[in-house]
């Protein structure tokens, strides 16, 4: 059938229709969101995954990634697998303070700085009076790990980890010989490989060394043991506090279950890894000591 002029006029019209008009481009940059390093190990380098598919329905990272290379023996950092980190432990680095060590594990460094024993600045806080107060903060540096993120003064984590270590020194202290008096130990973390809390202990005990408090003993901490990146996919953390002569644990916290046979073996190689710890600190105190009295006789 024919059809119409006016029917071919309406049947041909969206064919010579202009076409819509472009959208100028506009000239604000469009702003794009980096993944941060712990959400690209957590989702396995694809930062495509949502936050629950990365850290899973507790909020901890799936355990996806094997510890050790089953093909060459080591792990993640080059280490064996009952391999210690490297330990370097320095006394004196800061000028203003009673005492002061740097205390490195491996890529993990800390700085910690003891002042005291001092008047008490708030009488409140002292609930013995025939003791030493003992304080402690515990603080992060911003640049510490590869997460950017500003955590702010006084978080849980924070308050938590220097409620351990103060109470892991107050263990070793010998609080009763400076009654009325206040010890204060600052810690911070300048770079972050895992194992935090165990250099943390390591660096107070050369700080309060370094400052001639009196200690029943030297407190050593070892983690049986994770780096930032098999932290951050989720394996379990065991970190002990040991008092090598007294043979007496002080600390012992776990981030994960552990069956009955593995714990045990995990627990004596956290309580070896505190002796070695300790004989290192000994020589660190034994190398200062000798460099002062070379001073003093020159």
Request: hydrophobic share 35%; aromatic share 4%; with cysteine.
């Amino acid at each position: 059938m024919p059809l119409s002029p006016r029917r071919l006029t309406a049947s041909l019209a969206p064919l010579h229709s202009p076409p819509p008009p472009r959208q100028p481009p506009s000239s604000a940059p469009q702003k794009t969101r980096r993944a941060t390093t712990h959400e690209l190990i957590a989702g396995g380098g694809n930062p495509s995954l949502s936050r629950q598919q990365r850290l899973g329905e507790r909020g901890r990272a799936p355990p996806a990634m094997e510890y050790v290379n089953p093909l060459t023996g080591f792990r993640v950092d080059g280490r064996r697998p009952n391999e210690m980190r490297q330990l370097k432990g320095e006394v004196g680095v800061v000028a203003r303070a009673d005492g002061s060590a740097l205390f490195e594990m491996g890529n993990t460094r800390v700085i910690a700085a003891v002042y005291g024993p001092r008047e008490v600045q708030n009488k409140g806080q002292q609930v013995n009076s025939k003791d030493a107060l003992v304080r402690c903060e515990y603080r992060m540096a911003d640049f510490s790990t590869g997460d950017r993120r500003r955590k702010p003064k006084g978080d849980r984590r924070s308050t938590e980890i220097s409620l351990v270590i103060r109470q892991t020194m107050e263990a070793s202290i010998l609080t009763h010989l400076m009654p009325r008096s206040q010890i204060d130990i600052f810690v911070q973390v300048l770079q972050a490989d895992g194992g935090t809390r165990a250099a943390c202990i390591n660096a107070a005990t050369l700080a309060l060394a370094d400052a001639g408090i009196p200690m029943r003993d030297i407190v050593t901490s070892c983690s049986a043991d994770l780096n930032y990146i098999e932290d951050s996919a989720g394996g379990p953390d065991v970190t002990v506090g040991f008092l090598t002569k007294m043979d007496k644990v002080t600390l012992l916290q776990m981030d994960a279950k552990l069956p009955m046979d593995t714990f045990e073996t995990v627990m004596d190689l956290a309580i070896e890894g505190c002796k070695a710890i300790a004989n290192y600190i000994r020589e660190v105190l034994l190398e200062n000591t000798r460099r002062l009295e070379c001073q003093r006789d020159h």
